[in-house]
């Protein structure tokens, strides 16, 4: 579209005279397969975070000997908004913590809005091109998504809960692909052109928009999609019966789905987890339906209280902004971006550059009427179909920008290696290795340490399990050295550790990465934890202190993630005892640095574990070594203890007596009843006196019966 004559078609206008002595076809494929890559969004996380500009500047090195034969417009008034921008983001980068981020992307913004929209204006063939690329990366996308969707190949996965992603393009940046030919496809359908071919076109494109499960999709698809689409049909309506027909049934069509579909979402019931579309416009609908405005808040109450911190950007706004990604929301789960464009932009860039922006993408509504009257004097519905959708276009990602940011840095995806010790559990191991290699993650590394054992383990290991590394300790030392050296043997810089009777969940691997990508303070952790299947927080996210260990917020079993090289860094390590050690050094960590803690479950606890390690026999043989976990942990907390938590502490003495009387080592099992006769638990603590002088045999039968009543 050209600020002269409003539409340009192929081969006409402007570029007609440069374009006949460029190479038409060699151009146009370098274009298309430019436009294809750079749409693949996650190629930045996938391949390499600077995959974009690798694959510009071989783009523009390619064609390159074309380009220097012809010449491009002067700088006109036209492009007055895209310099501005430009500006806005260099002059605000000179006082950001990171001035090289900002320019940049102002680079980048600048070869984008000056430099490829002159040379498509000029060239509009090579535009024509570039929408091959949008239609190509549909199709190229929704192949590479059924087959993971129907469990046919990995080469898509479910990113979280109802929301997929695909090699190329995953949850977020799915749906945008989908956009850029969902209207282009529904008018030719409608236009009855190659209808079958632009049918299935158009059911590629909502399938990617569905299964992506962006509510703003979702959204945007009924607000914007469907609306423009009725205005071009009814603006187009005298052209024949079948037209007229057509757009009658369209907007009867959209009617009866938005309220049928509004109506549909009110009915379901609130799933405070689900994240796919559907779900979560349901929740939006509900909570409207029965508290109005202020159900918006309780349906998504991040947003909200981004769109507060934009709010209040506008107040403390000046010229020129902090910089990029300076208005940020700390939203529980991390710090994020304030979801809506224009207070981003407030916030980030100043005034400056919110009105280069906006004139930006305002400007071409001037020209909207006069290309809107050529565009109707086009006999081919699909020159129509390609004008009529860059108008839409424009329209939707200027709606789009009410309820996403403008952009957000990316961040390499997250690399895990998962570590899982083992001692004399052949019987069991083979089902926890089996559960690490099923996540398919790209890069996984597994690691299986075993202890020393005397069973088949080696054998199952090595032969079954060839792609697995195992390293095997001569002796057994425990699991706390175990795990020790599988930290040390990692690769990859989280490290979860997972138990030789534990299995992980389906896709754990993917919800625990999009924690640590939600959660951008992530790395200044040493130990991130997710629950297991019997784990219990008091909040889907929080980071734990030690207070939240002692007090029991916390109950149940968490899967430890460990960034492996902050973790050594801070000479933070399992402790050798060979019972309870993670306990004890879970406390430490809380109490130095916090643990992130999510309460989605991503791994099953073993169901004999709790069986195997309350058994008597069990305790019995070791009674020595619970006694000294005991005694460790009153040497490094019990100051702590007596002060703010007497009931815990008495408990802690309790547990050391009982056990040295397991033990045999009465002399020591009264040291402690010695700290224990007051408070509540006296009664237990005479119990245990008594049984300090009674026949060991005598103390053995009574102990399951103690612990049962210690434990309620």
């Given at each position: 579209?050209?600020?002269?004559?409003?539409?340009?078609?192929?081969?006409?206008?402007?570029?007609?005279?440069?374009?006949?002595?460029?190479?038409?076809?060699?151009?146009?494929?370098?274009?298309?397969?430019?436009?294809?890559?750079?749409?693949?969004?996650?190629?930045?996380?996938?391949?390499?975070?600077?995959?974009h500009w690798f694959v510009s500047a071989a783009a523009v090195t390619l064609v390159a000997p074309s380009l220097l034969r012809v010449t491009l417009p002067a700088f006109g008034p036209g492009f007055l908004p895209a310099w501005l921008f430009t500006l806005a983001i260099v002059l605000s980068s000179a006082g950001s913590s990171n001035p090289l981020y900002g320019l940049a992307q102002a680079a980048k913004l600048a070869i984008i809005l000056v430099v490829a929209l002159k040379f498509f204006v000029t060239h509009s063939p090579y535009a024509h091109s570039a929408f091959r690329g949008f239609v190509y990366s549909a199709w190229l996308n929704i192949a590479l998504l059924l087959p993971g969707v129907l469990g046919l190949a990995a080469l898509s996965q479910e990113m979280s809960a109802g929301r997929w992603g695909t090699v190329l393009s995953y949850t977020g940046s799915l749906w945008r692909v989908g956009v850029l030919s969902v209207w282009w496809s529904a008018y030719l359908v409608l236009a009855w052109e190659?209808?079958?071919?632009?049918?299935?076109?158009?059911?590629?494109?909502?399938?990617?928009?569905?299964?992506?499960?962006?509510?703003?999709?979702?959204v945007l698809l009924f607000?914007?999609?469907?609306?423009?689409?009725?205005?071009?049909?009814?603006?187009?309506?005298?052209?024949?019966?079948?037209?007229?027909?057509?757009?009658?049934?369209?907007?009867?069509?959209?009617?009866?789905?938005?309220?049928?579909?509004?109506?549909?979402?009110?009915?379901?019931?609130?799933?405070?987890?689900?994240?796919?579309?559907?779900?979560?416009?349901?929740?939006?609908?509900v909570s409207l339906e029965s508290q109005g405005a202020v159900g918006l808040a309780l349906a998504d109450p991040i947003r909200a209280q981004m769109l507060q911190t934009g709010l209040a950007a506008v107040h403390d706004a000046s010229l020129v902004g902090p910089g990029i990604q300076a208005t940020q929301v700390e939203t529980g789960v991390g710090l994020m971006p304030v979801h809506m464009t224009y207070l981003q932009l407030l916030g980030d860039l100043g005034w400056l550059g919110l009105l280069a922006y906006l004139s930006l993408v305002l400007a071409w509504l001037p020209?909207?009427?006069?290309?809107?009257?050529?565009?109707?004097?086009?006999?081919?519905?699909?020159?129509?179909?390609?004008?009529?959708?860059?108008?839409?276009?424009?329209?939707?990602?200027?709606?789009?920008?009410?309820?996403?940011?403008?952009?957000?840095?990316?961040?390499?995806?997250?690399?895990?290696?998962?570590?899982?010790?083992?001692?004399?559990?052949?019987?069991?191991?083979g089902r926890a290795i089996q559960s690490a290699l099923s996540q398919d993650w790209p890069g996984l590394e597994v690691i299986v340490v075993d202890d020393g054992s005397r069973d088949a383990t080696p054998e199952l290991v090595r032969e079954a399990y060839p792609q697995v590394r195992y390293l095997r300790q001569a002796t057994s030392q425990g699991p706390g050295p175990a795990r020790n050296c599988g930290i040390r043997a990692a690769t990859h810089e989280w490290?979860?550790?997972?138990?030789?009777?534990?299995?992980?969940?389906?896709?754990?691997?993917a919800h625990i990465a999009s924690a640590i990508e939600g959660f951008p303070a992530a790395r200044e952790y040493p130990v991130l934890q997710f629950a297991r299947t019997n784990g219990i927080a008091p909040q889907e996210h929080l980071v734990a202190r030690l207070h939240d260990y002692l007090s029991e917020a916390l109950r149940g079993d968490f899967t430890p993630v460990i960034q492996a090289r902050l973790f050594t860094q801070s000479g933070l390590a399992y402790p050798s005892l060979r019972v309870g050690a993670e306990d004890l050094l879970w406390w430490e960590v809380a109490e130095r640095y916090g643990i992130p803690t999510w309460a989605m479950h991503v791994a099953h606890v073993g169901t004999d574990a709790p069986l195997r390690l309350t058994s008597l026999e069990h305790q019995l043989a070791s009674a020595p070594e619970y006694a000294r976990l005991q005694e460790v942990t009153l040497q490094r907390f019990g100051e702590l203890?007596?002060?703010?938590?007497?009931?815990?502490?008495?408990?802690?003495?309790?547990?050391?007596?009982?056990?040295?009387?397991?033990?045999?080592?009465?002399?020591?099992?009264?040291?402690?009843?010695?700290?224990?006769?007051?408070?509540?638990?006296?009664?237990?603590?005479?119990?245990?006196?008594?049984?300090?002088?009674?026949?060991?045999?005598?103390?053995?039968?009574?102990?399951?019966?103690?612990?049962?009543?210690?434990?309620?």
């Open positions: 579209m050209g600020s002269d004559t409003g539409v340009q078609t192929t081969g006409g206008g402007v570029g007609a005279a440069h374009t006949a002595t460029m190479s038409s076809s060699w151009l146009g494929a370098v274009v298309c397969l430019w436009t294809i890559l750079v749409l693949a969004a996650d190629l930045k996380v996938s391949v390499q975070h600077q995959i190659k209808p079958l071919r632009h049918l299935l076109m158009l059911a590629a494109s909502l399938a990617l928009m569905y299964f992506d499960g962006s509510r703003t999709g979702a607000l914007v999609v469907a609306p423009f689409l009725v205005v071009v049909r009814v603006v187009e309506a005298g052209r024949s019966l079948r037209s007229r027909l057509a757009t009658v049934g369209v907007v009867l069509a959209v009617a009866v789905t938005l309220i049928a579909g509004w109506n549909w979402a009110k009915s379901q019931p609130i799933d405070p987890e689900a994240s796919g579309a559907s779900a979560r416009v349901s929740q939006l609908a020209w909207l009427p006069r290309a809107w009257a050529n565009i109707r004097r086009l006999s081919s519905a699909a020159e129509r179909a390609l004008y009529y959708n860059a108008i839409f276009l424009l329209f939707f990602f200027l709606f789009a920008g009410l309820l996403h940011p403008l952009a957000s840095r990316a961040m390499p995806r997250p690399r895990l290696s998962v570590v899982i010790t083992t001692h004399d559990r052949a019987a069991l191991v490290v979860l550790i997972l138990d030789d009777d534990d299995t992980l969940l389906p896709q754990a691997l203890l007596a002060v703010r938590y007497p009931d815990l502490y008495v408990k802690k003495r309790l547990g050391a007596a009982a056990y040295w009387l397991l033990a045999g080592e009465r002399g020591k099992a009264r040291m402690h009843l010695r700290q224990t006769l007051h408070g509540r638990h006296i009664l237990y603590s005479l119990a245990l006196w008594g049984l300090s002088v009674a026949p060991r045999t005598l103390t053995r039968t009574a102990f399951s019966a103690y612990r049962s009543s210690l434990a309620t």
